[in-house]
Structures are given as structure tokens and as C-alpha cells.
């Protein structure tokens, strides 16, 4: 990715250099590389510590860690676990209830030791809020002079890796001041792990919700249709058969036969269904209310006396 020096200048001091100001919009994000952003800012705040401890230097004061055998010899006074490995002395530190890996090396002549502590593996593909936690990390940078998130690139396999970073002067550095700086170093971590969790490639996303089937839904007991012809037989020698025709409310008309021991009766008028009572009316008379429960949109059963007689649909 290609930006401007001047932008590039922009951006690291945009990190390290104070308060998080309105220009980390969207804009800002869709012109500059976030890892060019985070990596620069290392640069800088390396070169300003380095600056700082050659004044402390030549001011008289001398580093008490001179060089990697110093370092190690005090590291394993407080944690007898500690390695020393390629240029490096090595620990494991719990950052809540995780194990992390801390590095600590010496600065040349600077006269500093700086500390990385692996958080971790970012992940390749998009998170959620992505462009919040790392504005978060930038607000959380200025909070802490001496701290700093950072990107290292591991060129082995390929993996990035969010790694937060301390540059402190060896002057004056003793076994507990060093120990109380990495238990502080630690704490920040925490304190701002709701930022950094989250950026892991192990990190559980959240998932798109999955697109809903449409699935049609059960009519209620009103909202399934009797118009139509239905006919019941509840038992040999009795039969049923009615008509429901549409029309407007309180205006439909409807047709019922009954056949009994080879006799008929027919009957007419207007019908009526509300809140699973079936009302037929027939001339002048009251009208006949009937409990009636759906069983399907194909199938009811209508409470005709004492008996519940189950109607079918006729094509």
C-alpha cells in the first residue's frame, strides 16, 4: 500500500503523540494501512526512549543491566522459570487467567530494556467492530508514556501477531522494580483486553444471523375458510352435509341436509363464525350456536347436541 511521507509522519504521531483527535474516521481508515499505522508508531517511540536515555547517559547516570547476562541474572531472581533464548530472555506471565509469552532484551547502549508481551495471533479475517478496537488501542497508548501496542510481522509462517511493548530505562533497575513493572504491564494489558480479545484469529466472531425461511404461517382457528361443501357421517344411517357460501358479514348464506333413518331435512338462512362458535339462523328464530374447533383448514368438528361430529372438506 502506498501513502504520502507526509501522511506516514502524520499517523505516527496521530498514535503516540497525544490525545485521539476526530481526524481516526472512516476516511483515515480507508487511506492508511492500520499495521503501517501501529508499526511506525513503534519506530518513533523506540527512537524518542533511545533519545531520552543517551541524555540520561550522558548526564553520568549508568544502566545498571549492561548487557543480555545482566538482564537474565536479574529476571531470575524473582522467576527462576525464566530462558534465555536467541538474543532474548524469555518468561511466562498470566495476564488474567491467560499464560503469555514476555520477552525482554536489552538496547544496545542505550542503556534501556525493552519488554514485549505476545498477546495475540490477529486474525486474517474481518472482525466485528474492527475499526473501534483499534481507535481503542490508540486511546489506550496515550493513557501510558512508556506503552505501546504494536504489529509484528512473523515472516516464518506468515502470521501477525498484536504484541504490546515498554521501553524502560535500566538505570536505577533493580530485581523488584522490575518485577512491579511487569506485574503493571500486565495490568494494563487487562484492563484493555477488551480491545486486543477480540482482534484474535481465535476469537469467536459473531455470526451473521442466517437468512430466514419464509415459512408460512398457521392460520388461526378464524382464518381458516368455510366456504365450501362439507359433509359428516357420525354414524351408519345419519349423515350431514352443509354449504357455506361467501357473502358479507352477517349476510352469508349457508345450506344444511340431515338424513336420519332414510328421512331429510333441509334448513337455510345466514351464518356467522366468531371466536370458535358457529351461529346458524334460520327465518325469525334465534340463531343455533355451536362450539366448533378446526382440526385442519380440511377438517372441524361441530359440537351438535351431546355428540362432536367431525366434518370433512368436499372437493
Not at 504520502?4 to 474516521?25: E, H
Not at 494501512?33 to 533511545?50: L, R
Not at 472482525?127 to 509484528?152: C, H, K, P, Y
Not at 349423515?239 to 357455506?244: S, W
Request: charged share 25%; hydrophobic share 35%.
Amino acid at each position: 500500500m502506498t501513502f504520502s511521507i507526509q501522511r506516514f509522519c502524520f499517523c505516527a504521531s496521530f498514535l503516540i503523540g497525544g490525545t485521539l483527535v476526530s481526524s481516526a474516521d472512516d476516511e483515515l481508515f480507508s487511506k492508511v494501512d492500520i499495521e503501517s499505522v501501529f508499526t511506525t508508531a513503534s519506530s518513533t517511540h523506540a527512537s524518542v526512549k533511545s533519545q531520552e536515555s543517551n541524555l540520561s547517559l550522558g548526564s553520568g547516570q549508568q544502566p545498571n543491566v549492561r548487557d543480555l547476562d545482566d538482564l537474565f541474572d536479574l529476571v531470575r531472581q524473582f522467576d527462576p522459570q525464566a530462558t534465555r533464548e536467541l538474543g532474548t530472555v524469555r518468561r511466562q506471565q498470566m495476564i488474567g487467567d491467560m499464560k503469555k509469552t514476555v520477552r525482554l532484551t536489552v538496547q544496545g547502549d542505550a542503556g534501556r530494556v525493552l519488554i514485549e508481551l505476545e498477546l495475540v495471533v490477529l486474525s486474517a479475517k474481518p472482525v466485528a467492530n474492527e475499526r473501534d478496537l483499534w481507535i481503542g488501542l490508540m486511546q489506550a497508548a496515550n493513557t501510558d508514556d512508556s506503552t505501546f501496542f504494536a504489529v509484528r510481522n512473523d515472516d516464518e509462517n506468515s502470521r501477525r501477531r498484536l504484541v504490546l511493548r515498554s521501553s524502560e530505562s535500566s538505570v536505577g533497575m533493580t530485581r523488584d522494580s522490575l518485577r512491579d513493572r511487569l506485574k503493571a504491564f500486565g495490568q494494563f494489558a487487562v484492563e484493555h483486553s477488551g480491545f486486543w480479545q477480540p482482534l484474535s484469529a481465535a476469537a469467536k466472531q459473531p455470526k451473521k444471523p442466517a437468512e430466514e425461511v419464509s415459512q408460512p404461517e398457521q392460520p388461526k382457528e378464524n382464518e381458516f375458510s368455510l366456504i365450501g361443501n362439507w359433509v359428516a357421517t357420525p354414524i351408519k344411517g345419519e349423515a350431514y352435509a352443509i354449504q357455506f357460501q361467501d357473502g358479507d358479514a352477517g349476510e352469508r348464506p349457508f345450506q344444511l341436509v340431515h338424513v336420519k333413518d332414510g328421512k331429510s331435512t333441509v334448513s337455510s338462512g345466514k351464518y356467522g363464525f366468531q371466536s370458535g362458535s358457529l351461529s346458524l339462523k334460520s327465518g325469525e328464530g334465534a340463531p343455533l350456536t355451536s362450539p366448533l374447533s378446526w382440526k385442519d383448514a380440511n377438517q372441524f368438528e361441530l359440537q351438535i347436541g351431546a355428540a362432536k361430529v367431525s366434518f370433512q372438506r368436499q372437493p
